[in-house]
Each structure stands twice: as structure tokens, then as C-alpha cells.
């Protein structure tokens, strides 16, 4: 009875051992699937290119994703989407804005 006991309780601890490991080589392999998309350009290449201030509290963003640019408006209400642009668009399209910024007397 001892036996069949000890021999149940020692195939319970190497199947938990043989899960565990299992699992930890799943997560090691996202981990490293996430690092090579990651560097490949993927999820994590966005990122702020400019800023701009409209007030206290609204403000617009340049920001650049897959070869994209977006503009996007911050309020306290949320954000909104202004254009989706190609590189070349969105430059000129950030100089139309400092060019209206200028005009309403926000030069900075």
C-alpha cells in the first residue's frame, strides 16, 4: 500500500515538473518572439515625433508607426484621429500647423 502511495505521489511531482517546464519553454519562446518582432519594426516602433501645444489642456501629436505618420488631437476628453499620413505629407502638413499657430498669435 506504501508503495502504490509513494510511487502515485512520485509520478504526480514529474507530471507537475514535466508541466512546469513545458510552460516555461512556452514563455521563453514568446519572450523571444516578442524580442524579434520587437527589432523587426513591429508593435513597438511607434513613437512621438512632435508635439505641440494648443492650450493648458489640447494639444497635437505627430506620431510615426509602419512607415506612417498620424497627427492625433489630446484634450481632456479624449483623442481624436486629425490624418492618417505618408512621410512626405507629414511634414508639410506640421508646417501648416506652426504656420496657423503663428497667425493666432501662438509663436511659440
Not at 70 to 97: C, D, H, N
Amino acid at each position: 500500500m506504501q508503495d502504490s502511495l509513494l510511487t502515485l505521489m512520485l509520478q504526480s511531482v514529474a507530471g507537475l515538473a514535466v508541466v512546469l517546464a513545458l510552460f516555461g519553454l512556452l514563455v521563453w519562446i514568446m519572450k523571444r518572439l516578442q524580442q524579434q518582432r520587437h527589432a523587426q519594426g513591429g508593435a513597438g516602433s511607434m513613437r512621438i515625433v512632435q508635439r505641440f501645444g494648443i492650450d493648458a489642456k489640447h494639444s497635437v501629436i505627430e506620431l510615426a508607426h509602419g512607415g506612417k505618420s498620424y497627427l492625433i488631437g489630446l484634450s481632456p476628453g479624449g483623442m481624436t484621429t486629425i490624418a492618417s499620413l505618408g512621410e512626405e505629407k507629414s511634414t508639410a502638413q506640421v508646417r501648416s500647423i506652426r504656420q496657423w499657430r503663428k497667425k493666432s498669435g501662438d509663436g511659440t
